[in-house]
Each structure stands twice: as C-alpha cells, then as structure tokens.
C-alpha cells in the first residue's frame, strides 16, 4: 500500500517528497472537510478521542520542555489543534440539530457520556458547572498566557540588541568562534520569531474560548426550535435532549481547549532552561530548596491544628509533612557544607611523603597556568561537562588564528589554598591576572554609556578594569535593557585568559612553539622555509624577530612575508632589531589595517619639530637607545600618557607617528608608561594613506 502510495506521488509530480512533508496539508484539508461534509455518529466518537489524546500528549511535551525553542512549533500546532476543535464542533452541531430529536445518543457516545457526567441530572447545575469552567479558561488561563505572550514578546525585542553585543563581545574576545556565534545569533532571533508568533497564536486561543461559548447558546436554542417546531417534542422533552447534547459537545472540545490553555501557559511562563532541568525539576529544586520555609510552613499548619474546632488530623499531618521536609532538607545542605569544607589531608602525613628525594618530585613549571578555587571546580571539570573547558578550547583557536601560532596548553589545577571563589592565570610560573568570579550570577559590565542602577555586588571586569556588578540570573534581562554587557561566571575567565595571551604573546613563543611553526609551514612553503631558516637565520634569531613584533602587538600569522624579508635582509645583517625594522615596513599595511581597520584617514598624534630634532640627536649609534635630561624625558612620558588618553576618549586609537630612527627607541621608552599608544614609523604607513594629525607630542 504504502509502494502504491508513493507511486501516486510520483504521478502527481511529488516525487522524491517525503511522506511527512504532506501531512500539515493533509490534515488542513481533513479539517475543511470536517466542516463542510456530514460526519456519521461513530467518527465523531474516534475523532473527539484523539483530539483529547492530542491535547494531553501536546500538554506533556510542554511540562517536559528545557526551554522554550525546544518547541518552536508550538504556535502552529496551536493554530491547527483550535481549527481543528471549531470544525468538530460544526460537525457535532450539525448532526445535534439534525439528529438530535432522536435522543442523548445522536451524535455519538462520546458527547452523551460528557453530558451525563458534567449535568449529572441536574440541568441547572450543569450549566452552571460548565460556565465555571468558560470563566477559568476564558479569563484566568487563556487571558494570563496571552497577556504573559505578548509581555515577552515586547522585551525579548527589546533585549534583542544588548544580546547581540554579548555575542559581539564573545567573539572579539575569542571565547567563540563563528560557527558559535552565528549559531547564537540564530537562537537569538529565533527566541524573538518564538515569542511574536506566540502573541499571535495566543490569539486563537481567547477567540477558540469565546467561540465555544457562542456555539453552546446556538446549538442549545436552534435545537429547541428545531426539536419543538420541526418534530414536535414538548419543552421538558426538548429541554432534556438539547440541554445535554448542547452541554456535552461544549465539554468535549473545551476539555481540550483547556490542556491546550495550560500548555500554552507552561511554555511561555517558562524562565531559564539553560540548567538542563524541566518545569517539574525547576519547581521541585526551588520551591523545596529552603528548608526555613518549610520549617515555618509546618509551624503555622501546626497552630492551625490546634485551635479548637478545626480537623486536628488534616492540619497536624500536613504540619507533620512539611516538618520532616524542612528537617530532610537541612540535612542534605549540612552534608554538602560538610563536603565542602572537609580537611585536606597533609601530605607531610603519607607514607609517600618519607621516601627519599628523586628527580621525580622536580615538576617544570607551566608555560601556561590556570589555577581555580573549589568552588570553580565545576567550571573546569570534564564530569561536570565544565563550559570553561569548551572555551578555553575555542580561545586556543581564535588566538592561532588570528595571531599566527599555536599558544602552549592551559594546564589547569585546582589550589586550595587560593579564597573558595578565586582564579589566578599564569604564565611561565608568574601570576599574570587574577579575580573572583561566582558561579551561578552573572557580571553586568559598563561598557560606557549605561546609567540605570542595578542590584548587585560591585566589581570591576578583571580584563579590562571595566566597573562592573555581580547580579543574580533573574536580573540578567532588565541588566541588558539598561545597556551593560551581561556575562557568566566561565565568559569573565575565559575574556582574561584571551587578553593575557595577547598581552604575554612574546613570552609563550617559546623555541618548542617556533620550532613547531617552522615544521609547520616547511609544509606549505618547503622551499622558502629551507632557504632562510637555519641556512640564513638562525632559529634563536628567528625566535627573536618573532618575539619582537609580538612585542609590540604584530600578528605573525603572514609568515611568508616575514620569511621573504628576512631572505632579502640577513645576508647583509643578523641583528634582530634591523630586521625587525625591515619586517615592520614590508608589513605596513597588515599593521595600519590592523590598528585602523579598513579605512584610508589615519588620524595621529605627531613629535614637535623641535622635540624632533632633540630627540634625533639625542639617539646614540647603532644601540637605539636614548640619552635624555630627566626634566626632557618627564615632560615626554606625560604629554605621551595624556595624549593617549585623549585619543581613546575620543574613540581613536593612540598612535605617534615618529621618523624610523625614533620608532624602536621611542616605542622602548614609551611602553612602560604608555602601553597601548603604537608608535609607527613614516616607511610604515601605505602610499594610499591619508595622514591627519588630531595632537602634537611636544606643543602647549
């Protein structure tokens, strides 16, 4: 059947389609039929079976839903469940006023069961009873999941920037790379498409609750007309029919109406998700999660139990419940503070610690270093799928990428002797950062320009200085509103650990990484590499070279040119800082574009005539040192530290454009009170170039 089925396909031009692409538009069609075409008694049972089915499997997958774009579909499968209500509810009608003379059982058992159960011999309390159920579905869920709908609609829009950015920031800082952060961007819009079609679809749900509503009232007086004008049956005989069918086809689609409601409800009301937990596991874990509650919860019920004239047993057993609760979950925490803080032991004290001293115990220090406290063990552990990991993982790789080397491996350890939430990166042994991060909130960092004050602990971002606060999860979306720049506790991390590789790039290009980088590229350029290294360069010179553009924040992934410069210039010379310099003007457009991006107006600060010329003299032979008077020399570091300054304030990077046989001794003297203000020299900038000088080192 199903070979004779595709073959149909095939004829009908549907080849290669598969099945489950037809389904939507055949069960849109089935639902128009429903409408239009009569349906006999015993297909309306089966048909209003599985739309109750339907409804609670739709129900289930909601409660067990991570986060809401798990089911992205939910709008439609909204949309097509309410048609497909509206057209059983025609269906029902039509037999009901055709048929329904006839008796309870005219359109089907399904319909006379729900009316015998809801009216329960009683017409009156029957309709009443069912209207109670039209005011908590029409009013208190289908309202309060569409007001809820269109409420996070409007601020998922509205955080859809501050989102971005984070993503921006997280790829510039290395932590992602662009398969990641284009699947970000993607989850971001999608959670925004999610939430304004569920504003929408939310829609159906008010106008399926309304319609069901009018649908009563036309089926329950067309078929008193119809039953006592057409066939004659008296009031009370017309009433009893009418009333029960009119009732029990109403329940049997708003039964459905209602679980579809309350799925709707679940899916938007749903917060977080990232935890991996359902709504089940989120309500236990932190519904339950303070004993206090609990232990106050059973010492009012208890109060309760004994005043006199209330069920002594209900309450007392509810307060008997809800102690024990209290008592169990303090016991769990006690043994996890216990856990956490229980005595190391000494390793003085192990037999191992008494055996004689051997080469063994000498361990070579880390080239790179990640030291955590024990509350940040999760973050790193590959049982507990630690995220640190993964992005320790992709800042390898961007860093390579971008820069031209591969960094030294992140040799992670714990120290207990460091404070519980504290981390410390090192290098070669030296700390070279440190901070305190707190899983499980997220840090609000001021990228400039936001104002609103936030609830939180005051901090500074660790990489950059930036003023930042410590803020709960709830507080992450009004955060982003406000403009900060919102991060968990493994992005502050990872964002140090990729601006100290940055920082200390010369020092982790060690000999076993250049001697790496030089297999590496004899593959791809043999030739090249075979007839400069070690042939007219040695690899300690090479090293050196590479360090020094380092240094100073060069990228060397354009080896090939560095290689070709040092072919052009070491016959001649080995000194490294000649060929450093060569290097630097054959690499002047990677560098400007580098310092500029893509842009033609380089805007500089520029040396006064005069401090020129004393500065020229003041150079001394070929070491490129200066020898300046100490009042010259303060006078230069403070209009150097100021004139960077103004650059930055004005969003410019700093840069002084010096003659060549300033930059190398400028650029010395400069670093340390200067750091990020490049000094370049005139050979360095491309003849495209345009020069604007914005400052003058020198003048008042």
Request: net charge negative; charged share 20%.
């Amino acid at each position: 059947m199903m070979l004779a089925f595709r073959s149909s396909l095939a004829k009908l031009g549907f080849e290669g389609m598969p099945v489950q692409a037809l389904a939507i538009p055949a069960f849109v069609l089935a639902i128009l039929a429903m409408m239009m075409l009569p349906l006999p008694a015993i297909l309306l049972d089966v048909l209003f079976t599985f739309n109750i089915a339907l409804s609670i499997v739709v129900l289930m997958v909601a409660a067990y839903t991570k986060k809401a774009l798990d089911f992205s579909v939910f709008p439609i499968v909204l949309l097509l469940t309410t048609l497909m209500r509206l057209s059983l509810n025609v269906a029902s009608t039509r037999i009901v006023l055709s048929n329904g003379h006839t008796g309870p059982d005219a359109a089907g058992k399904v319909i006379e069961s729900f009316g015998h159960v809801m009216i329960g011999g009683n017409f009156a309390v029957g309709i009443i009873l069912f209207a109670i159920l039209m005011v908590i579905n029409f009013i208190v869920i289908t309202k309060g999941a569409g007001r809820i709908a269109e409420v996070s609609a409007r601020f998922t829009l509205d955080a859809l920037p501050g989102k971005q950015m984070a993503i921006d920031a997280d790829l510039n800082a290395g932590v992602i790379d662009q398969k990641q952060a284009r699947e970000r961007r993607r989850e971001v819009s999608d959670e925004a498409d999610f939430y304004g079609a569920m504003d929408g679809a939310s829609k159906y749900i008010r106008g399926d609750a309304i319609a069901g509503i009018l649908i009563l009232f036309i089926t329950l007086i067309g078929g008193m007309v119809i039953g006592m004008g057409w066939h004659g049956l008296a009031v009370s005989k017309a009433a009893e029919v009418y009333v029960l069918l009119a009732i029990g086809d109403a329940l049997v689609a708003s039964v459905p109406a209602m679980i579809i409601s309350i799925a709707a409800g679940l899916i938007v009301t749903r917060v977080g998700g990232d935890d991996g937990e359902d709504v089940g596991g989120q309500m236990i874990r932190q519904v339950f999660s303070i004993p206090k509650a609990l232990a106050i919860s059973a010492g009012v019920m208890a109060l309760l139990g004994i005043i006199p004239g209330m069920p002594h047993l209900v309450f007392l057993l509810i307060a008997a419940c809800c102690g024990y609760a209290a008592w169990y979950m303090q016991k769990l925490a006690n043994e996890k503070v216990a856990m956490a803080s229980a005595p190391v032991e000494d390793p003085t004290l192990s037999p191992a610690h008494n055996q004689e001293a051997s080469w063994e115990d000498l361990q070579p220090v880390d080239q790179l270093g990640l030291e955590v406290g024990y509350r940040l063990i999760s973050l790193v552990d590959k049982g507990q799928d630690g995220e640190l990991l993964k992005r320790i993982k992709a800042i390898r790789k961007k860093f390579a990428q971008d820069v031209g080397f591969l960094p030294p491996q992140v040799h992670i350890k714990d120290n207990l002797e460091m404070k519980p939430s504290m981390y410390r990166i090192t290098v070669k042994g030296v700390v070279m950062g440190e901070g305190d991060v707190y899983p499980g909130m997220h840090m609000a960092i001021n990228p400039g320009h936001a104002t609103a004050v936030i609830e939180g602990t005051a901090a500074k971002d660790p990489a950059f200085g930036l003023p930042a606060i410590w803020i709960d999860t709830k507080n992450r979306e009004s955060a982003q509103l406000s403009g900060y720049t919102v991060v968990d506790a493994s992005t502050v991390i990872a964002t140090h650990l990729s601006q100290v590789l940055h920082s200390q790039a010369a020092q982790l290009l060690g000999r076993v990484e250049t001697m790496a980088l030089i297999e590496h590229f004899s593959k791809v350029l043999p030739k090249l590499i075979d007839d400069v290294v070690p042939k007219l360069v040695s690899v300690a010179v090479f090293q050196k070279v590479l360090q020094s553009l380092l240094a100073e924040a060069i990228h060397i992934r354009d080896l090939r040119t560095i290689i070709e410069v040092l072919a052009a210039v070491a016959p001649r010379t080995q000194d490294p800082a000649e060929l450093v310099a060569a290097c630097r003007i054959a690499m002047g457009q990677s560098i400007v574009q580098q310092i500029y991006g893509r842009t033609d107006e380089l805007r500089v600060i520029a040396l006064n005539p005069d401090i020129e010329r004393m500065l020229l003299n003041a150079v001394s032979g070929g070491d490129a040192e200066f020898v300046l008077e100490p009042g010259l020399a303060e006078m230069i570091f403070q209009r150097a530290t100021e004139l960077s300054d103004r650059q930055e304030n004005a969003g410019l990077p700093p840069v002084l454009l010096v003659p060549d046989r300033l930059r190398t001794p400028l650029a010395r003297l400069l670093k340390r009170v200067a750091p990020r203000l490049r000094v370049i020299s005139h050979t360095e900038i491309p003849d495209t170039s345009t020069i604007r000088v914005e400052s003058v080192l020198g003048a008042n």
